[in-house]
Every structure is written in structure tokens, then in C-alpha cells.
């Protein structure tokens, strides 16, 4: 069972920055593939951000083109944690942000799907005002 508890959202006004992070337990974070999605009312839940599991040579990451060149993913499996840094925010960058991870990595690049991963945080919130 892996849990993950996500922190660091909160009020910022466009233009701004926010970095999130989430907390993971288990014993063998390095070999999880770690993502963010996010989920805007009354939408659905979105990928934003994956980052690989870590090997010899690093981690691969990935992007959804909506916060590519803004946003950056990194992971700390010293700490078993993962970050989102967001810059440049927009207010449709507005929504409840999820950690989520893949315990047992079917292929070398991270997926963009929902259904992809096991086991997901209760959320943070971020809102951008204009």
C-alpha cells in the first residue's frame, strides 16, 4: 500500500508561482512512476506532469502541452517525494492538483492515463486569480 499526501496549493494571482509537493511512503519509491493531474469543476481529471522511475541514467519526464515550458516536475527519492513546480500560472491553471504513482512500472516512459496508476492523493487546491 503506498499513501501519498499532497501539499503546497493555495491563492496566487496570475502570473505567479506555486510549488507543490507530495509525500509518498513505501520502501521502494525510486522504482515508481510518479504523476500530477488535476481536475478543474465540473471537468475531468487531466494529466499535467509524469516523471519516470529512476535509473542509471535519470528520469524521464513528460508533459501535457497546457503547461509545457511553465511547469516542472522533479523527484527526490532520498525524501520520497515528488515536486510540481508551477511558473507563469493562468487562471485555468485552476483546479484540485493530484499526486498519483504507478507501483509496478509496465514500460520505461510514464503513462498519461488516469487508469494507469494505483494510488492517488486526497488533492490540493490551487487557484489562480486574473
Known amino acids: 500500500q503506498v499513501q501519498l499526501v499532497e501539499s503546497g496549493g493555495g491563492l496566487v494571482q496570475a502570473g505567479g508561482s506555486l510549488r507543490l509537493s507530495c509525500a509518498a511512503s513505501g520502501r521502494t519509491f525510486s522504482g515508481y512512476h510518479m504523476a500530477w493531474f488535476r481536475q478543474a469543476p465540473g471537468k475531468e481529471r487531466e494529466f499535467v506532469a509524469a516523471?519516470?522511475?529512476?535509473?542509471?541514467?535519470?528520469?524521464?519526464?513528460r508533459y501535457a502541452d497546457s503547461v509545457k515550458g511553465r511547469f516542472t516536475i522533479s523527484r527526490d527519492n532520498v525524501k520520497n517525494a515528488v515536486y510540481l513546480q508551477m511558473n507563469s500560472l493562468k487562471p485555468e491553471d485552476t483546479a484540485v492538483y493530484y499526486c498519483?504513482?504507478?507501483?509496478?512500472?509496465?514500460?520505461?516512459?510514464?503513462?498519461?492515463?488516469?487508469?494507469?496508476?494505483?494510488?492517488w492523493g486526497q488533492g490540493t487546491q490551487v487557484t489562480v486569480s486574473s
Open positions: 498519483a504513482a504507478d507501483e509496478r512500472p509496465r514500460a520505461v516512459v510514464p503513462g498519461l492515463a488516469v487508469g494507469e496508476y494505483d494510488y
Open positions: 516523471i519516470s522511475q529512476s535509473t542509471w541514467s535519470g528520469s524521464r519526464t
